[in-house]
């Protein structure tokens, strides 16, 4: 029974992330900001009679709380095999988080690499330890722009840039914690899972969502991708790569600037020093 964790595992590629390895045994501990749907999908999770489950709740957007959170689960837990950084969100107007960061930044890079540093130390006392970040095709639109991750400092804001400046950070963060674990037994890898029909969209028109509905593919295809990740053959020795659903798995020069992804680690480091 391997121990595996879930951000934002309450519905969508999460909640049937976690499904899939409940339903191969293992322990899942699904860390939620909303207590109530976290209970709801811990019910559905325990219908399936196999596995076990914890509830934990986790708040990216709210660094203290994440820091908060990660010393829980170093206290509560003896290892950690799976880190799924699943959660994440995207919003057109211009919103902050609790620390003052523009809110897709906060919540889909920041509050995430927070949790996974703290994290570290208990996900290599696992055998096989696996970091997966869910990463988007749209970070071939994004930027690094640290001037600008405070709210109060963005020169003109556009939602859906916003969103691919923070996906193009994970996928950066992905590459420079794989080098920093590079010839251990530790990975970590990024995916982007496709157009999946899941409560992501839920700001768009109505219109429009039934336009892109028609190309949705359902939360389970991306969460058997990310069991391949975790535990496969194929993948034991994959460290630093990019897989993608429906299209290929193209990473722009941004994404496979190693430098670039060097300097956004100490940058991220530094900027939440008092956090790590
Ligand atoms: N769906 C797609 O087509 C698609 C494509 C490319 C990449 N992705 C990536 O896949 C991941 C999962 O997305 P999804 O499609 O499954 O979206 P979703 O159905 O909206 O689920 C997102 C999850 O993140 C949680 N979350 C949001 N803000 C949070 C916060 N401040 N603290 C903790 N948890 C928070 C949500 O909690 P609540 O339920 O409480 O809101 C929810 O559990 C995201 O990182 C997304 O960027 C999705």
């Not at 107007?93 to 906060?106: A, H, N, P, R, S």
């Not at 409560?199 to 039934?210: A, H, V």
Request: aromatic share 6%; glycine share 6%; charged share 20%.
């Amino acid at each position: 029974m391997k121990t595996i964790l879930i951000t934002g595992a309450n519905t969508g590629i999460g909640l049937a992330t976690a499904q899939t390895f409940v339903q191969d045994g293992h322990h899942v501990i699904i860390a939620c900001r909303n207590p109530a749907k976290a209970e709801q999908a811990k019910q559905h999770l325990e219908t399936f009679n196999a596995g076990k489950v914890d509830v934990i709740k986790l708040d990216l957007n709210n660094l203290q709380q994440v820091k908060e959170t990660a010393e829980k689960i170093l206290q509560n837990y003896s290892r950690l095999d799976v880190l799924v950084n699943n959660a994440g969100m995207m919003t057109p107007e211009l919103e902050t988080t609790v620390d003052g960061f523009e809110k897709q930044i906060g919540v889909n890079y920041l509050g995430p690499f927070l949790l996974t540093m703290k994290l570290l130390p208990l996900i290599q006392k696992s055998e096989q330890g696996r970091i997966i970040h869910l990463a988007s095709m749209m970070h071939a639109m994004g930027r690094i722009q640290p001037e600008q991750f405070k709210a109060d400092q963005v020169k003109k804001y556009n939602g859906v840039l916003s969103y691919a400046n923070s996906k193009l950070a994970n996928l950066l963060f992905s590459n420079a914690l794989a080098k920093q674990l590079q010839g251990t037994h530790v990975t970590s890898n990024a995916l982007h899972p496709g157009g999946v029909d899941s409560e992501i969209y839920r700001e768009l028109p109505e219109w429009q969502y039934r336009v892109i509905k028609l190309f949705l593919i359902p939360p389970a295809k991306p969460a058997e991708l990310i069991k391949r990740i975790a535990f496969s053959t194929e993948w034991k020795n994959k460290n630093g790569q990019y897989a993608s659903l429906q299209t290929p798995a193209f990473r722009s020069a941004k994404a496979k600037d190693a430098r670039l992804a060097d300097q956004l680690h100490q940058q991220t480091l530094t900027l939440l020093a008092q956090y790590l």
